[in-house]
């Protein structure tokens, strides 16, 4: 734990801190906007789903309104047109999803914390913890972790956690406990800690 600290705590001496700083503003500036661009970052979640977060940037950018617009069959082809794992399943659930798009600002409005978090897991098809945690830390809540691949890799390697087979709730809640300790220590948000996480893994910065 100390060693990842100390890198952490290095990073944020550097030009790096400045550009995850900038990227949590944004987070936030894209919580105050319409219900319609929520929506949308809504459904890039739903794409990252066992699927890369990057790639799912380009289709984001790409599909733009017609993740609100496309009917599920156009919506499909293109997903896979711009290289999609799982174009026909992500439609789906995109077109699920669009039953609480005009009251989502609502819902995030009303709900807090963890009932917030079990609202968008029980509703929102194609969509678990991490994509939910993920969806929230992108628009600007910073009190969730999102456990992909690139983190449960540095926990295990690092002995701070015995990486599970595969992660069920009660996994996931007991992983995001040892970050959020970390965090703690670092005098950050997991949001944050997030970032720099993904940068020591990966040297990029994601969303």
Known sequence: ??????CIRELRKTEVKNVIDCRISDFEELGKRDG????KELCFCILTANFDAEKSMRIQHEI?????????????????????????????????????????????????????RKW????????????????LRNIGYRDYAILDFHVLDILSELGLIKRP???????YLEIEKVLRKLAKRLDMSLAELDLYLWFAETNKICK
Do not use: C, Q
């Open 1 to 6: 734990m100390k060693r990842l600290l100390n």
């Open 36 to 39: 319609n661009e929520i929506f």
């Open 64 to 116: 733009g309104d017609g993740f609100i617009a496309l009917d599920e069959e156009k919506l499909a082809e293109r997903l896979k047109e711009l290289g999609h794992r799982f174009p026909n399943a992500r439609a789906n659930y995109i077109v699920e999803a669009r039953k609480h798009r005009k009251n989502l600002k609502k819902i995030l409005g009303e709900l807090r914390g963890e009932e917030l």
């Open 120 to 135: 968008l897991v029980k509703n929102v098809k194609g969509m678990w913890y991490k994509e939910v945690s993920h969806f």
């Open 165 to 171: 087979k595969t992660l069920n709730k009660e996994s």
